[in-house]
């Protein structure tokens, strides 16, 4: 049984039954395309089975190495940017407490940006404290997080000296790339990303597991709500399936003109989920001129803010609302005698009563308002029901992608800002571009 609610009913009004189920042909189509993998991209989908092939001597060599790190030190530096570090990210923010307890192993990520006051600032956090490095990067040349593993691997030798290899832990391909190439001459410990598995695609694999084991979260549940999902939403190939259902949802709002999906959550500790949604939809299927453009949103806080927009402006977008039904900690308001702020009439009822309410009359104001509404629950924010949602979304971008006509798998776009990037820098190789780009710049 689905551990996941997918309720369509304030799509209705935009996009009627009839005119999903003539989806249904075309999701059927994309869904046999994934699943037999006769499409574009196919030598990308390793991810789509990889969970429920981990033995448990895998499973423990992530769990020991999460010891053997915690032995050496308080903080653990995750190096990695986009599909290298969001899924893990996502999950660990979602899971944690916001106040994790002071003797939980740290999880700090770096890498997934240029900023040098960042960089600069975690390296002084850093100095007087036991830390281990865990760098992930699949081609294991990407900028970000290379600048950032020299940075931090000079902090490692000058503190441990010839002992800094044994802090660090490579997540890396399995024989090509710079990163390979120095784990193996200097013994890093080493994790691999397959060759099948694309980096929006990797959560499921090391690259996501073991930072997130790191964190104290229970990756045996993680991966068990996983593989939940893979029986759930890989055998049917009809509307029955929520997967299949939601990839022909979105494509048929998509067909009305509502080209902007908002991922809303209520809960702020899952922001970065939207962060890797926005990825995996994103990159998978932003090409050849269509695609969703995928937002974000934190209500209630951003109904202060750009709620306004979602109420009232352009009418090109929905909402698709992940909703928590339980949260991990409830609160009531109670009694004030004097009532000075008014809220007495709320006396007795909890805080999350009241976001309930919220998320219903924002529901209602913005369908009313013209902005279509998919509601997505789970129960409670638990590893098993997170690994579960995230599968979900996985299936359904694959089969979305193939709806629209594009292959999920790859990301042509993203090396147009890094080959300007590298000519404005002066790395060999790039010389005519940067002449050409010289000219255009005078
Ligand atoms: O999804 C992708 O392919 C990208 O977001 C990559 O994960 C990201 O660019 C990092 O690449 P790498 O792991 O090779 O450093």
Not at 105 to 120: D, H, M, P, R
Not at 311 to 326: A, K
Request: hydrophobic residues 40%; aromatic residues 10%.
């Amino acid at each position: 049984m689905s551990k996941l609610g997918l309720d369509l009913k304030c799509v209705y009004n935009f996009v009627s039954e009839q005119e999903i189920k003539a989806l249904a042909p075309v999701a059927k189509e994309a869904f046999h395309t994934l699943l037999e993998k006769t499409g574009e991209g196919n030598d990308f989908l390793g991810w789509i089975d990889f969970a429920s092939k981990y033995t448990e001597e895998e499973l423990c060599d992530i769990i020991d190495t999460v010891k053997a790190i915690k032995k050496m030190a308080k903080v653990l530096v995750v190096i990695g940017i986009g599909g290298s570090y969001l899924g893990a990210k996502a999950v660990i923010s979602a899971l944690k407490p916001y106040y994790p307890d002071k003797d939980d192993l740290e999880v700090i990520f770096v890498g997934n940006s240029l900023s040098s006051t960042y960089i600069k600032e975690t390296l002084e956090y850093l100095e007087d404290k036991d830390f281990c490095i865990n760098v992930i990067s699949k081609s294991g040349t990407t900028t970000e997080p290379a600048i950032a593993f020299r940075l931090f691997k000079e902090l490692l030798i000058k503190k441990y000296g010839k002992a800094y290899a044994s802090r660090i832990i490579a997540t890396t391909d399995a024989k090509r790339g710079a990163l390979r190439q120095e784990a193996n001459k200097a013994g890093y410990k080493t994790f691999i990303v397959p060759d099948d598995v694309g980096g929006r695609f990797s959560f499921l694999t090391p690259v996501g597991l073991l930072p997130i084991a790191a964190s104290g979260i229970d990756i045996k549940a993680l991966v068990k709500g996983i593989n939940q999902a893979y029986n759930d939403y890989t055998k049917d190939d009809s509307l029955n399936n929520q997967a299949v259902l939601y990839a022909a949802t979105r494509n048929a709002l998509y067909r009305k003109g509502k080209v902007i999906e908002a991922l809303v959550t209520y809960e702020p500790k899952v922001k970065y989920l939207s962060e890797w949604w926005k990825q995996l939809f994103g990159e998978s299927e932003g090409k050849d001129g269509k695609g969703l453009f995928p937002a974000s949103v934190v209500y209630s806080t951003d109904l202060h803010s750009i709620g306004q927009f979602f109420q009232d402006g352009t009418r090109t977008m929905f909402e698709t609302i992940v909703n928590i039904d339980n949260p991990d900690k409830n609160i009531v308001v109670g009694h004030d005698e004097e009532n000075l702020d008014g809220l007495n009439y709320l006396e007795g009822k909890d805080v999350n009563y009241v976001k309930d309410m919220a998320t219903l009359g924002t529901k209602l104001a913005h369908v009313s308002g013209g902005v279509p509404n998919i509601v997505i629950s789970i129960d409670k924010l638990d590893a098993e029901n997170f690994g579960y949602l995230l599968y979900f979304f996985m299936i359904s971008c694959g089969i979305s992608g193939y709806i629209l006509g594009i292959n999920p798998f790859n990301q042509p776009g993203v090396e147009a800002y890094k080959k300007n990037m590298f000519a404005l820098l002066g790395k060999p190789g790039y010389e005519q571009l940067a002449k050409e780009l010289k000219k255009d710049l005078d």
